[in-house]
């Protein structure tokens, strides 16, 4: 890439990306989100203002304005910036509320996959559509016998000339009915050892023989997908880093986003805590005792207001080993116990606190005003399953971190 394209790479995006302090960075993102939300946000409710139309709506917004490829290098069309200015990014845009990021896979692991592990021809293809958001991607790697167990996957493909021919199913597969492309982990060696015949193949989702069926939530709503593969042709140049190596690939990919990964998420439970002490101070028992004053009440959010403070701290160790380069499974591992058991606590606490109003169920399914605290109480139940659940991290915690025996 020549030096003025490099230039105009860098020069994307609003002003503060390019500011000299991140204390200067911090302050024109937080003006720019002051006046972009609400302005996209516009008249729409809140059950509107969580839907996956405006979630996609302010991704794509951002996008626009060239808020994507963040730590991506200048050369494919990024900003460069450090792991600490993304988690500053990743931060504020947690406490303004912007809505949760649907194409989370395309930006967060796709693309660090691809910078890494893509040839030129791949990088070129798919790189600027997901800068752009204009292709959606979802991320293949569960199935019905392989979940905790990866290594067990099943999905063959079965070479053919210069094609792959895809046979078998993927499950719990986000976003997969709005995808444009799946990155999925496919068995290209069915006689090699487990973790030794596994490919990662880049899969355009209109192909004929792919078929998705959504599974409805207990939520209401259906984010993930059955998606089955019947005698899918996928050309061999679909294939990412070499045959039978995709083991090595997924692993380096599942390290990716860990560093900015918890920031976020600590934050939103930050403010999901203090909304929930406002309500405890609003709602009273029937002596006309305030919930915030009930003893078991205070306790629990006492408990939890430290914990997250102890998350927040961690979550910046976290960062401050991968700058060093650092990055440690087992400490990540914590802080995913952590978080999403406290985070499933923190609904706990609110349903206690609603009392009966909390048996009326999702905003979505109920209209009840209330009903976004019922929302994310079930929601927050896939929490300790998604990325490698509870009993998994606490493996990797005694096995690594502790040093038991298996
Ligand atoms: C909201 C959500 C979104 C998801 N999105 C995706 C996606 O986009 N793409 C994708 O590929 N997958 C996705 N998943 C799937 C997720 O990765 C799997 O659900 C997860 O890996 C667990 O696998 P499993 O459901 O097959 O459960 P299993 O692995 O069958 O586990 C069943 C139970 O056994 C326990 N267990 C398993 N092994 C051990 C062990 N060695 N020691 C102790 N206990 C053990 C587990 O903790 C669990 O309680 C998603 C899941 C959720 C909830």
Redesign the pocket.
């Known amino acids: 890439m020549s030096a003025a394209t490099r230039l105009e790479a860098g020069a994307r995006g609003p002003a503060f990306l390019r500011a000299d302090s991140d204390a200067g960075f911090r302050a024109g993102l937080k003006s720019w989100l002051a006046t972009e939300l609400p302005a996209l946000a516009g008249a729409r409710g809140p059950a509107e203002a969580n839907s996956i139309a405006f979630r996609l709506a302010w991704e794509s917004h951002c996008c626009r304005v060239g808020l994507s490829g963040l730590g991506w290098p200048l050369e494919e069309g990024g900003h460069a910036l450090s792991l600490a200015r993304q988690a500053i990014y990743h931060e504020e845009c947690a406490r303004a509320g912007t809505p949760l990021p649907v194409n989370m896979?395309g930006h967060g692991i796709v693309a660090p996959t691809l910078l890494a592990f893509g040839d030129a021809a791949q990088k070129a293809r798919f790189l600027p559509r997901i800068l752009d958001n204009s292709e959606v991607w979802?991320?293949?790697?569960?199935e019905p016998g392989?979940?905790?167990?990866?290594a067990a996957l099943r999905l063959s493909a079965r070479r053919d000339g210069e094609e792959y021919v895809l046979n078998g199913q993927?499950?719990?597969?986000?976003?997969a009915d709005l995808s444009q492309w799946c990155l999925l982990l496919a068995r290209t060696d069915a006689s090699a050892t487990r973790h030794a015949g596994i490919s990662v193949l880049l899969v355009d989702m209109s192909l004929q023989g792919v078929t998705c069926r959504p599974i409805r939530q207990i939520t209401g709503e259906a984010?993930?997908n059955e998606v089955f593969f019947d005698n899918v042709r996928v050309p061999a140049s679909a294939r990412l880093g070499p045959e039978n190596g995709g083991w090595r690939l997924a692993m380096a990919a599942a390290n990716f986003e860990r560093s900015t990964y918890f920031v976020p998420r600590v934050v939103r439970m930050q403010a999901e805590l203090e909304a929930l002490i406002r309500l405890a101070a609003e709602r009273r028992q029937a002596d006309g005792c305030a919930m915030l004053e009930v003893p078991g009440i205070r306790a629990a959010i006492t408990d939890l207001g430290l914990k997250t403070h102890a998350m927040r701290l961690m979550a910046e160790d976290i960062l401050t080993e991968a700058e060093r380069g650092q990055t440690s499974g087992v400490s990540s591992s914590t802080l995913k116990l952590l978080w999403s058991e406290n985070h499933q606590r923190l609904f706990d606490v609110a349903m206690e606190v609603l009392g009966p109003e909390a048996a009326l169920g999702p905003q979505e399914v109920s209209g009840a005003a209330q009903g976004r605290w019922a929302r994310d109480y079930l929601w927050t139940r896939?929490e300790t399953?998604?990325?490698?659940?509870?009993?998994?991290h606490r493996?990797i915690i005694a096995e690594r971190g502790l040093g038991l025996p298996k």
Not at 138 to 142: F, L
Not at 146 to 150: K, Q
Not at 385 to 392: D, K, P
């Open positions: 896979i979802c991320q293949g790697y569960s392989a979940g905790s167990d990866l993927k499950i719990w597969t986000s976003f984010d993930f896939a399953i998604l990325a490698g659940t509870s009993e998994v493996n």
